[in-house]
């Protein structure tokens, strides 16, 4: 009891604020706007902490990055399989929020007139003048604002990769950047110790001013997503293991996949998972190398469940704003969007988010106010994202075993064993 406590704890007294400022919400009504303060606070605390947030964690795993035991093949695979299976992952989540709406309201000007309207996009500008403005900026100052995302994660990229070409001359820089990441995200924790408070507030403010349908909306976005996690979870980890190991394999991922199954419910972190992920591994048969080299890149790289929720996150606001993503550049665009923000969610329970949600607003043009409503998605959807994010690894090590080792890796890996 006290081990589910500490792993969840947070996640248990966001709900319960949540649940708190829906009943606020629904007896004050509009009088419920006066707590609204109390949401701004928590969100311009975030908003403070995310351009250095963004700078240390994307410069620091960069500048981290080592080759594996077995270079070209293994990394390449790797990262093969990781693509496709996160774009089998964002197509479900596309079809499902396509086919069932996850909110409805008929309220959209109170929403706009309290959020901010979504940026509309002069079609007359040429489509290099937009991606240059998108991903860079024309003084050194404005890179420090939270509207410069996208230029933000550029420039970070660009820093880690210059550390990684200073080799031992960056050291130094590399160790100072490290701690400074540590204390960030020690200040994050900080932050999200107010977040029960801050969120609470924030939702009965919502509530009371746009009714009981956007809370409907959170419960109908938790239960969709839910069984869609428990279907892909089954079924297409079942695939995967098929086409990795054929019969065998299937049997054998399902026999081992339980340590990695509990550990991530339980702790609702991918990081925590990685242990008992590469226990899992080598019960399936995966090598060693390919094992250690597929589920720990996994945490940065690929997270099945942080790609259907990234979805879920931007159709939520589609849906909430009447924003008209039906055409194909639409449809490819929410791709593009979910794809991109899955790499920037950390390895952490409540909060890892936070980087994600920020680009998925400034990409999708939504108001940067609507970054709670993010947060609270994000908050509800969190265990069984994590779930699919650690088992997805698993099932990827073995895809990429069968890619490096051939179709009998299995039988190969029994004889080495005899």
């Known amino acids: 009891m006290k081990r589910i406590w500490k792993s969840y704890k947070q996640t248990i007294l966001l709900t319960l604020s949540l649940i708190i400022g829906t009943i606020i919400g629904l007896i004050f009504k509009e009088k419920a706007e006066v707590l609204k303060p109390f949401g701004d606070l928590f969100m311009n605390m975030m908003f403070v902490i995310i351009v250095p947030l963004i700078f240390l964690t994307i410069t620091t795993s960069i500048a981290k990055l080592k080759q594996p035991k077995r270079l070209g093949k293994v990394i390449g695979s790797t990262f093969l399989v990781f693509l496709i299976t996160s774009i089998v992952a964002c197509i479900i989540g596309l079809g499902v929020t396509y086919s069932m709406k996850l909110v409805k309201t008929s309220d959209a000007v109170k929403i706009k007139n309290s959020l901010g309207t979504v940026t509309a996009t002069k079609e007359k500008v040429n489509i290099l003048d937009r991606t240059v ?31 990684v070409k ?48 956007i809370a409907v909306g959170y419960l109908r976005t938790f239960i969709i997503y839910t069984v869609v996690a428990v279907l892909f979870y089954f079924i297409i980890y079942s695939l995967y293991a098929f086409i990795a190991g054929g019969k065998k394999g299937f049997k054998l991922f399902w026999k081992n996949i339980m340590p990695a199954t509990a550990t991530s419910i339980s702790t609702c972190s991918s990081a925590a998972s990685i ?47 009447g924003t008209d993503v039906t055409s ?23 909060g890892g988010g ?24 994000a908050t509800i959807i969190d265990p069984a994202a994590t779930l699919l994010n650690v088992t997805g690894d698993s099932a990827s090590s073995m895809l990429v075993t069968r890619i490096v080792e051939g179709r009998g890796w299995l039988n190969k890996k029994k004889k080495k064993l005899g």
């Open 133 to 163: 403005q998108a991903i860079s900026v024309n003084d050194f100052s404005l890179i420090l604002s939270k509207n410069s995302i996208l230029a933000i994660v550029v420039i970070s990229i660009l820093f880690g990769l210059a550390m």
């Open 166 to 213: 200073a080799k031992e001359d960056a050291q130094p820089l590399e160790k100072v950047l490290d701690s400074a990441n540590k204390v960030v995200l020690k200040l994050v924790d900080i932050i999200f110790i107010y977040a029960p408070i801050g969120l609470g507030c924030y939702f009965a403010s919502l509530i009371g001013t746009f009714g009981s349908e």
């Open 275 to 321: 242990p008992s992920n590469l226990k899992t591994a080598e019960g399936i048969g995966v090598p060693n190398d390919i094992a250690e080299t597929v589920i720990p890149m996994g945490t940065s790289f690929h997270k099945d469940g942080s790609v259907i929720g990234s979805v879920f996150k931007i159709m939520f606001l589609v849906y909430l704003f």
């Open 328 to 350: 194909i550049s639409g449809i490819l665009k929410v791709t593009g969007v979910a794809m991109v923000a899955n790499l920037l969610v950390t390895a952490v329970p409540v």
């Open 354 to 377: 936070t980087i994600s949600e920020m680009l998925i607003l400034s990409m999708m043009a939504f108001p940067i106010k609507a970054l709670p409503i993010l947060t609270i998605i």
